[in-house]
């Protein structure tokens, strides 16, 4: 399935595939956000750094996401708290504020093109959602001073969003959403011009720890002093620990043809994305080029024709208006989910280091994981231990058995919503 991003990247040349035998500073494995940001930071840091792409820069969750830019965690702060603690979750959360401004900064320093908006709502499907977004807006105002919270009531809400299935919705204005792959593809380009030696078509067969670890790849070797893990929902066998930590969630998005700005602007009048407070949630924002992309998970396993139905069938709940619209595209990723939806982001041994489970909000997130990691690696760990103090849980069963057993608690969580 060819994605709308694919289809409309920016100019980008193949890079090559790694031959021989090489040596580094710091191997990277994964381009995608966190692997990216990671080597370019550490290049600026005056580390020589080799970057290891199994298939092609944001070919996975970096270059498919709905592209949306959230403050905080996935759980919410109020659920942050209870699992890290006040102290460490006020951390976090000014940790995620850096993550949004790097991801900024980056575009603006490198001029990346990749249709950069302001604005993120969170749109309340029942009435007792209405009471956690209020909760978690106090919550931020009163211990984080945060200022970046508006509500709009649903008096307001469908002069700005053309939908009538809302109770009203919480708006972050310090959010925002973007291009998902040029922005990967910008990075990537920023990577090389920093000296990172980047490698497509690249898959790592093994890694083997040491003093001086040594990639295995299938026409070649990298030796490194340090080796970070930045493969995400990819990372397969390449640490079946850490892999068991995190679920691979399918994600389906889809790209309806050009409305027209006027239509658009009747549909969205906001540049602001928007997501839904259902646990398996929906989530949409207008393109540059005026398409609505609507997207939704799935932690079930269903067949990808069911996954195309359904998806529709959300967008015309939502949108019923657009029932004359055309898909002009949809296409599928992964998406990797912790237990308690917090990033999982560490070290193994000494040299070691891994970023993953960003559980949905991998495009700011991984900007703070990409340069708490190379600043760990330079000798600053401080930031990189408030994440390393997170509880992360395997799923039971291992790989084998995660997908059923996580089956089964989404079909609990889809009969919550429709509760």
């Known amino acids: 399935m060819t994605s709308y991003y694919a289809a409309t990247a920016n100019p980008h040349t193949p890079l090559p595939t790694l031959q021989g035998d090489v040596t580094a500073d710091v191997c990277v494995i994964g381009a995608g956000y966190t692997g990216l940001l990671s080597a370019l930071?550490?290049?600026?840091?005056?580390?020589s750094v080799v970057l290891l792409e199994a298939r092609s820069v944001g070919w996975g969750a970096s270059g498919r996401n709905g592209g949306q830019i959230a403050t905080g965690y996935p759980p919410g702060m109020i659920e942050t708290a209870k699992i890290v603690g006040p102290a460490?979750?006020?951390?976090?959360?000014q940790l995620s504020g850096q993550a949004t401004a790097i991801l900024r900064d980056r575009i603006s320093r490198h001029n990346i093109a990749c249709d950069l908006k302001a604005g993120e709502l969170y749109a309340t499907v029942k009435p007792a959602h209405r009471d956690w977004l209020l909760a978690e807006k106090e919550f931020c105002e009163e211990n984080y001073d945060f200022k970046d919270y508006r509500w709009i009531d649903e008096r307001e809400l469908p002069q700005i969003i053309a939908a009538t299935r809302?109770?009203?919705?919480?708006?972050?204005?310090s959010g925002g959403h973007l291009h998902p792959l040029n922005y990967a593809l910008g990075l990537a380009s920023a990577a090389r011009d920093a000296g990172v030696s980047v490698f497509e078509k690249t898959r790592v067969f093994s890694v083997e720890s040491g003093s001086r670890p040594r990639i295995q790849c299938e026409q070649g070797q990298v030796t490194a002093q340090y080796v970070i893990l930045a493969g995400n929902a990819y990372l397969e066998g390449l640490n079946p620990?850490?892999?068991?930590?995190?679920i691979p969630v399918s994600t389906y998005i889809m790209?309806?043809?050009?409305?027209?700005?006027?239509?658009?602007?009747?549909?969205?009048?906001?540049e602001a994305c928007v997501s839904d407070t259902n646990y398996n949630l929906d989530y949409f924002r207008m393109s540059a080029d005026n398409r609505l992309i609507y997207g939704g998970r799935d932690y079930a396993g269903r067949p990808k024709g069911d996954q195309k139905a359904l998806l529709r069938q959300h967008m015309l709940k939502t949108f019923p208006q657009l029932s004359d619209v055309k898909i002009d595209f949809i296409w599928d990723g992964k998406v990797a989910v912790t237990r308690n939806r917090l990033p999982d982001i560490g070290r193994i041994g000494a040299n070691i280091y891994y970023a993953h489970g960003f559980s949905g909000q991998g495009?700011?997130?991984?900007?703070?994981?990409?340069?708490?990691?190379?600043?760990a690696i330079a000798g600053d760990a401080e930031k990189l231990d408030v994440f390393g103090r997170i509880p992360h849980k395997s799923f039971p069963g291992g790989t084998a058995f995660r997908v059923p057993l996580l089956s089964l608690a989404m079909f609990y969580y889809r009969l919550r919503d429709l509760l």
């Open 41 to 47: 930071e550490l290049a600026e840091k005056g580390f």
């Open 88 to 93: 460490d979750a006020k951390k976090l959360w």
């Open 166 to 173: 809302y109770h009203g919705a919480l708006l972050d204005l």
């Open 241 to 246: 620990a850490l892999a068991a930590r995190i």
């Open 255 to 270: 790209a309806t043809e050009p409305l027209g700005a006027e239509r658009a602007r009747e549909l969205m009048a906001t």
């Open 363 to 375: 495009v700011p997130l991984s900007a703070i994981a990409g340069k708490i990691t190379a600043e």
